[in-house]
């Protein structure tokens, strides 16, 4: 399962950050880097949290 | 694809009644079905969780193109902005939008913002009895979005009567909608004259005319996209501000909670968001048959969207007419989903967190009379509430 930024969609909002903070950060400039886009079975709850969670559905499971 | 029509309901969702105190309505819509017809209002109305989050989704099936109001003047007015368009236009008109109102550019604004809601706290405390819309709901977002959009003189006296009237005529062709558009009317013509010389240097709203005068955005746009802000941004965080208020009034034990773990300041914030949504319903419109909940949509229906129903839906949130902070609802559908989701998000975050921060830092008894409600059709909001005891903590 890997985890896909629709990056022109993604306004920083951080909220995915909060939610699977071991997965995503906010850079300096408040862009998002996804830290780890293959997303392992233990992590899959985390990444479906991140995923849920962004207002402008930026995010998704692949 | 089913053709099991909805259920029906005699409900008038624009009824004085419903508008002021819409949560029992809004049980026995859900409990007839995810979605309802009311032939009242000529609306398929969505009133179940799921229902809702997939509809803002997929705007292939559920259009804002002239559909988002629920009366033909109003669609008219607000064709070619965000609000009422679908991808692609509406991917480049938003991209305009937020470039202003994103987390990041909203950054510089945290101190200052902090800092009035701090300072109006205090001189509340101080006071100990006062009027709270007037001396805090509004007082905090007028004074925010006044400087973000760099108003000075007469228009900032305006900025109240026109964020209510532009939510106002969102609504049916009632009486209320037919006094506002003339107030919605001088708002449009103000912003459809508004030059960069009229608004404060350094100001965002200067900085919109400037990036309109570099040809970043299409000429033309610098007026609409303060529109927006007022007509979007200013009504919709004024309720969410005096909810702030009546709901710790209400919950003390809950402003406790806060006051003794500051890190549950965006959780109450969620929460509030989640138990009074300040937007009462919002239009899309069926391109096509849709079948949602094994009944079917027709092609070309008028759909009313119930977010504060679909924030109480059982089926999504456990025990969801309590009011609980710690349950932390990120979720909620207040700020709606997806492409339309609320642009100005991080900007009311950052008004509502300074003002709980304030409330759970300097408050510790608050007690309030019974709030005033007036009927409106789209911002559900507190008219007034007297704070007859705020003391110190
Ligand atoms: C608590 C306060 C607020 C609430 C509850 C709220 C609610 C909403 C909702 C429900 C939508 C979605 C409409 C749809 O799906 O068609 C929306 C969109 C929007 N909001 Fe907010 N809003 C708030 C504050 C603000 C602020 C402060 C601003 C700007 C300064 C703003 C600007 C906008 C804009 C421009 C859109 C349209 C976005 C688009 O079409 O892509 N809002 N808001
Ligand atoms: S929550 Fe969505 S918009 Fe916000 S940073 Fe994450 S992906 Fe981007």
Redesign the pocket.
Known sequence: MRIV?DRP?????????EAAPDL?H?DEDGE?VLDREEISDADAALANA?VR???????RLA | MTDTAPPISDLDLFDDTVLVDPHPSYAALRDLGGVVHLPANDVHVLTRYDVIRNALGDWESFSSAGAIGFNPMVNAALTGTSLASDPPVHTQLRAALTANLS?RALRGLKDSIDAKADALVEELVNKGSFEAIDGLARALPLAVVADLIGFTGHVRANMLRWGQAAMQVIGPMNQRTAESFPIAGELYDWCSTVAAEDLAPGSVGRGIFEAEARGDIPPNTAGHIIHQYLGAGVDTTIASIGNILALFAAHPEQLALVRENPSLVPAAFNEVLRYWAPVHAWGRRATRDVEVDGVLVPQGAQVAILFGAGNRDPRHYEDPDAFLVGRNPVDHLSFGYGPHGCAGQGLARLEAHAVIEALARRVGRLVVGPEVRVPSNITRSIEELPVLKMAPA
């Open positions: 930024l969609r993604c306004e920083g909002h951080g909220l995915c950050e995503m906010l998002l991140a969670v962004c207002p402008v559905a930026a995010l | 987390p």
